[in-house]
């Protein structure tokens, strides 16, 4: 789903989904092109994007086509001259800049340019906020009313000026080609456009805790009211193999071990040894004592391995017309259940 930069909630992680396809993938990278969708729904009806290509010296550019003497060498240009701007797989092809053009700024009205322009120096001049140490090279932009031009060098950390007064109503952006396509870098700068804080930048790409989707006990057996659920479930636990420890010494029909049986096969083995042979009811005891020994089971690994097979079976045993319950639903109910049962 596409993200809305106004609306997206504080500390929420993003969503990385371009609004619309990038108009030139051999020159640009999705990553660059969202953040440039981004920024257009930050203020649709004052800004607009300004370009990010254009064949001259510097980010706009791409390296390859740029005078390149070298790495540090005052020939080459200056927006592949340094390391993180010719690393990476991205340097070579894709341009590495953005001018964020402000409608208002042209008729005269800096306040949304200001806004946006102060909000990214600010951040570059914290010593405490880190997000645009490796994204940015340096900007270019207004945030006051005069025609002086205001930006910030991450490279050198010092302020920033240019004689091109066109940045009074654009802002410019020139990015470190090693991360231009880097969504979660593209994130750190769009997060100090939408105003967010350095902990809130935090929280977003924090590892998202997984909520317990499991049912309680109390849940599943609200669940077992329903009729057709209890006498499915209680079929497929019957029938489902692998779930009691077969007694000592039990073989398959090829003389292999077996080592678990179903409960139908229990039962069906203590009933039929009970009843063939007064004289030889030891059989019955031995799977009853087998049966005793399952507290020493692993309640948790038991649940994992059994939810699947049983919720499986469940939903192939309910009547056609039940579609109404869903086989990762009844996983988490049997999960869950069986969790509290075995345990208790």
């Not at 993938?25 to 009806?45: F, G």
């Not at 004289?279 to 799977?287: H, L, V």
Request: charged residues 25%; negative net charge.
């Amino acid at each position: 789903m596409v993200m809305h930069p106004r609306t997206h909630s504080r500390g929420a992680p993003p969503d990385f989904t371009l609004p619309r396809p990038n108009p030139n993938p051999q020159r640009m990278t999705d990553a660059l092109w969202w953040l440039v969708c981004m920024r257009e729904a930050l203020e649709p009806e004052k800004s607009e994007n300004g370009g990010t290509l254009a064949l001259k010296p510097g980010y706009h550019s791409y390296g390859s086509r740029l005078p390149d003497h070298g790495l540090g060498d005052s020939r080459t240009d200056h927006s592949i001259r340094r390391a993180p701007d010719r690393t990476g797989p991205w340097w070579k092809n894709f341009t590495s800049a953005h001018d964020w053009t402000f409608r208002d700024a042209q008729r005269g009205d800096y306040r949304t340019i200001s806004l946006y322009t102060k909000r990214l120096i600010t951040a570059m001049r914290d010593p405490d906020d880190l997000r645009p140490d490796d994204v940015y090279a340096y900007t270019l932009g207004q945030i006051d009313n005069d025609r002086v031009i205001e930006g910030y060098n991450e490279y050198r950390d010092d302020d920033e000026t240019s004689g091109d007064t066109t940045h009074t109503w654009h802002r410019h952006d020139s990015f470190r080609r090693a991360i231009v396509g880097s969504f979660p870098h593209m994130w750190k700068a769009l997060t100090i456009d939408m105003g967010w804080t350095y902990v809130e930048w935090q929280q977003s790409i924090a590892p998202q805790q997984q909520e317990d989707d499991t049912m309680t006990k109390d849940e599943f057996l609200t669940l077992l009211k329903d009729t057709d659920v209890k006498a499915a479930l209680a079929a497929a636990v019957f029938r489902t193999d692998g779930v009691l420890g077969a007694p000592a010494g039990s073989k398959n029909p090829d003389n292999s071990p077996n080592t678990h049986w179903s409960a139908e096969s229990y039962i069906a083995n203590i009933y039929n040894a009970t009843i063939a042979a007064r004289g030889y009811a030891g059989n019955a005891q031995a799977g009853i004592a087998a049966v005793a020994k399952l507290d020493f089971v692993d309640e948790k690994a038991l649940a994992a391995a059994l939810a699947p097979t049983v919720a499986a079976a469940v939903i192939g045993m309910l009547p056609a017309d039940r579609d109404d319950i869903s086989a990762d639903e009844l996983q988490s109910a049997v999960t869950g259940a069986l969790r509290e049962m075995l345990a208790a």
